[in-house]
């Protein structure tokens, strides 16, 4: 069973048996990442070379993570229940740091008054989001009718259209926990950098934002357990409810060149046309003047505060569009968006085709969607929630992707006493573009992490113990199919001199065994060096490799 590959083993990670950790399949955090292992002192040190795994048939690492995302989308809800009732007075929804779109536009998209959208009111946001808030509405009025019975307590009718949608998108959040797990493949644990993640504690309930995000992860699950169509269709599901699941068309036509698998790309593009059409084309057909609701005004929008443009707009004090009417179509501004964000497609495509081996896929899918929030007119904070998964699966690094967190959950704090206004003791605008020039630089300094991983392999914590791409599905192993002039583009060793390289393909030795790396320094520095295994103390272990409780 532990000798099958991670895609073909069976879901439930009941399926380990007790072995010992370095004979297992899987990757120990405590052995390969220095936050982990530093904060693992505090309940006895590193996991011991000798330790047992499998040994808990409940609390598998799939439960424990899932338990962790369950407290934290709690610990959310918690922070959001000042604002819950929609008695925002005295600015409570700035102050307490809870606002949340879900309240006003219950109101605003006629959804207390029943109307449906598309059909009695025109939705801001595309069809299946317009959907997914009308289910979560017919939910609420199913228990506002019980609690007139009698049967439940009574709440404010807007309370219980958030309580139901808080209910659908805690279940977005298990499900795209769940789906991460199983495309981690041997590295687990590297779950709960989503489950315990600052930016789903701070966004989990700002916007619908879960829902989508849980439809692009699965979508990921679906092609890495090499079922392009049913990919596709969530692909374009998730694309009917927000645009970013597009983005990932260009990242799979890329290493599906350089993987010779085009008849699967060819599938999955065809089935995310036909899963966007079904859900579009009657809302076309029956509504067509509310249905071209969002993209008038995504055409017409000005730049978002969190965003360069606007960053830029204000340094340069004046518009891109100079003299624009009220309600006129930026027209300067969606072309500098279109070009700047070509520009980093076109780079990526560039770098994923020249790259000596072929990047993993995960890699150039939070590239692009991250080149896309730096590029576009619209950032609005929970869309930060599209980078969590896509970067847990890019570059697994605690260190990295906690420092780049703090940003984006910090920079929710002057977004809101920006908006307070200094008459009310808010801050001032300058402090806010201050935190989103932080923020910014933590996403660009984070995917020139992941830029130097494609180019020098032999750094990359997922393939460093010879791996290929887990999540690549049928790529994972495949052959790489590369110019000449790519290879001499290499400017420090030949390809056939690299550990992580033999002949354009997969490595030779696919899954070994971590127990067999070298010991490291003591305080190894996770961006230059290769994450290994410490030796344990053997004064400190039992004969059944247990840790010895210290006095």
């Known amino acids: ?85 929609g008695e925002w007075a005295d600015n409570v929804q700035y102050t307490h740091l809870c606002y949340s779109d879900i309240i006003p536009l219950y109101y605003s998209e006629g959804l207390d008054q029943g109307k449906v959208p598309y059909a009695d009111h025109a939705v801001e946001y595309p069809v299946l989001t317009g959907w997914f808030m009308y289910g979560a509405a017919t939910i609420s009025r199913g228990y506002d009718s019980l609690a007139r019975a009698g049967y439940l307590p009574n709440v404010n009718p807007v309370q219980s259209y958030y309580e139901a949608t808080v209910l659908l998108l805690v279940l977005c959040g298990l499900a795209l926990t769940w789906a991460l797990y199983h495309l981690t493949g041997r590295r687990s644990w590297d779950t709960a950098m989503v489950a315990l993640s ?169 590239l692009v969607v991250a080149g896309f929030l730096l590029t576009n007119k619209v950032w609005s904070p929970q869309y930060s929630l599209w980078l969590v998964p896509l970067a847990v699966l890019a570059r697994p690094s605690w260190r990295a992707l906690l420092a780049w967190q703090a940003t984006e959950a910090l920079l929710w704090f002057p977004r809101m006493y920006w908006y307070l206004g200094t008459a009310n003791k808010g801050l001032d605008e300058r402090w806010f573009l201050l935190a989103v020039g932080v923020r910014d630089i933590a996403v660009v300094w984070l995917a020139v992490l992941v830029v130097r991983d494609i180019l020098r392999p032999e750094r990359d914590v997922v393939r460093y113990d010879g791996v290929d791409d887990p999540a690549g599905g049928p790529l994972d192993g495949a052959a790489d199919w590369a110019t000449d002039w790519a290879d001499d583009w290499a400017d420090d060793k030949p390809p056939e001199h690299d550990p992580n390289y033999r002949d354009g393909s997969a490595p030779a030795e696919v899954g070994a065994r971590s127990a067999d790396l070298v010991v490291p320094d003591p305080d190894p520095d996770p961006d230059l060096t290769e994450p290994v295994p410490p030796e344990a103390p053997s004064s400190d272990l039992t004969a059944s490799g247990e840790r010895r409780n210290r006095t």
């Not at 047992?52 to 934290?72: D, E, K, N, S």
């Not at 970013?244 to 089935?271: D, H, I, K, N, S």
């Open 198 to 366: 600052p930016v789903l504690f701070v966004h989990a309930f700002t916007n619908w934002d879960l829902f989508v995000v849980a439809l692009a992860t699965g979508a990921l699950l679906a092609w890495q357990r090499r079922v392009p169509w049913l990919a596709g269709t969530l692909i374009g599901l998730g694309a009917a409810a927000k645009f970013y699941p597009v983005l990932f068309l260009w990242p799979l036509l890329l290493v599906c060149l350089r993987g010779r698998r085009m008849r699967e790309f060819g599938a999955t593009l065809g089935f995310a046309v036909a899963g966007w059409a079904v859900v579009n084309l009657p809302v076309w057909y029956l509504w067509p003047e509310t249905w071209r609701q969002f993209f008038t005004l995504n055409q017409t929008r000005s730049a978002d505060p969190d965003t360069l443009w606007n960053v830029l707009q204000y340094l340069r004090r004046t518009a891109l569009d100079v003299g624009l009417p009220d309600g006129g179509t930026p027209t300067v501004l969606n072309l500098a968006v279109v070009v700047s964000f070509g520009a980093v497609c076109l780079a990526i495509g560039w770098l994923a085709l020249t790259a000596r081996r072929r990047p993993r896929l995960p890699q150039l899918l939070f």
């Open 1 to 85: 069973m532990l000798d099958q590959p991670a895609a073909e083993r069976p879901l439930g990670s009941a399926a380990m048996s007790r072995v010992r950790v370095e004979d297992a399949d899987r990757v120990v955090p405590t052995w390969t990442d220095p936050v982990v292992r530093a904060a693992s002192t505090a309940i006895g040190g590193p996991w011991g070379r000798h330790g047992i795994v499998g040994r808990a048939y409940f609390w598998t690492p799939l439960r424990v993570c899932l338990a962790l995302a369950l407290a934290v989308l709690a610990l959310s809800w918690v922070e959001k229940s000042p604002c819950q009732s």
